[in-house]
DNA sequence: GTCTATACTTGGATAGAC
DNA sequence: GTCTATCCAAGTATAGAC
């Protein structure tokens, strides 16, 4: 390996003059995707933004398409650490729609999803990018699949549809919501959603808590 | 108005040289846009596809922006005139799924909503674009929403939530699952849910013919 | 190893030809 | 009115300075 476009700043200083830079690429990156786009995303509107040489982009990480990647992984790896603290404490599918509110309400103000959905409309214009975009999707769906397991255990809705179905479309309500909430520059119509979701959770949970319930009337 | 980039031709010569080039540019920016993506969806990359002078977009829209927007104004008005016809014969839930069903495939395969999820994606990167595109997507969320209210009238769904915000995560579900299939070139996640949707559809009809039902047991 | 100055390519837009 | 040749800005990438 050792390509090119990924120094090994072996040494054991603590600085890290490279490191420094890479982060400060990565942070622009980030957030030139989030109000560029991925079509604004230039190496040279990037550069700006971290107030650095467009051509250290090509130096340190061999690309710009490779440079969004690592923006891509930088988010992800956020996110993921916060989900997992998150589902850890959800019991309920009414405790699981509650706290997937808050993480829905909290990516779509930090424009987090706005990066994965700008790097999943712009793969189609950069070779290659697809896969790689792809394979950092599937960690979203597994924690989706993960967190809904976990709280749809025995409940009649996770006897009907497999959890890996459910999690798809959750991936995908995601990205569309934001799509939708960012072109309009709305959040509104989302949240409503999700407190319907909720609203429905706790009348679902307390028609089938048991069917020997009934008789108590 | 009568701005520079939208020639009049007044003439009633049936022909219509200028419409003739017009409509294959518009052509070539769809599919542009559906292999390309909006990053990829240049001037000169739609000129050549349309096997034209790339300097004629600025003469015929104006802008490539523009063009863009005709573009999916060609779809959508495409797309309308298909949906109406379908959603006119649609009585129950369970119709209405499975309408709903084809209308996504078909979608799907000829890469329509593929132009949609550019256009939106894109529209991050273009001043003032973005509204152009919200107002566009309208239509689509109101056909349905009237789809939607069509078929739920009086039904117990259709009481617990406004069809309005049901419209709207039928179209961000629409627009993830676009996403999500387009860029793992799999269709069958996706056409999974709507068979799952049509399985729940039929029993959710059958649970709800009648509350009286129950005492025949 | 890190960064800057420069080379070359592609893209948007228009002046002017027909 | 329609289209093409041409201009300049913006993009990627690298050769070479430090």
Chains 1, 2 share one sequence.
Do not use: C
């Amino acid at each position: 390996m050792a390509k090119p476009g990924a120094p090994s700043n072996v040494a054991g200083e603590s600085g890290g003059r490279s490191a420094e830079t890479r982060r400060l690429l990565i942070e622009a990156a980030v957030t030139t995707l989030q109000s560029e786009g991925y079509a604004g995303a230039s190496a040279r509107a990037i550069a700006e933004r971290a107030g650095s040489n467009q051509g250290l982009i090509f130096y340190h990480f061999g690309s710009v398409a490779n440079l969004l990647l690592a923006a891509l992984d930088a988010v992800s790896s956020a996110r993921m650490e916060r989900y997992g603290e998150s589902v850890a404490e959800v019991g309920t599918t009414g405790e699981l729609v509650e706290t997937a509110t808050d993480i829905f309400r909290s990516d779509l103000d930090a424009g987090y999803i706005t990066v994965l959905v700008e790097m999943i409309a712009g793969a189609s214009s950069t070779p290659g990018l697809g896969a790689e975009v792809a394979a950092r999707i599937e960690p979203w769906k597994a924690f989706a699949q993960d967190a809904i397991e976990h709280s749809l255990h025995g409940s009649p809705l996770g006897a009907l549809l497999p959890s890996e179905d459910i999690a798809y479309a959750v991936v995908a309500l995601y990205l569309g919501l934001e799509m939708l909430s960012h072109l309009e520059g709305d959040r509104q119509p989302a949240l409503a959603l999700f407190a319907h979701a909720q609203r429905l959770a706790a009348l679902f949970e307390t028609m089938t808590v048991t069917p020997t319930t009934r008789e108590a009337k």
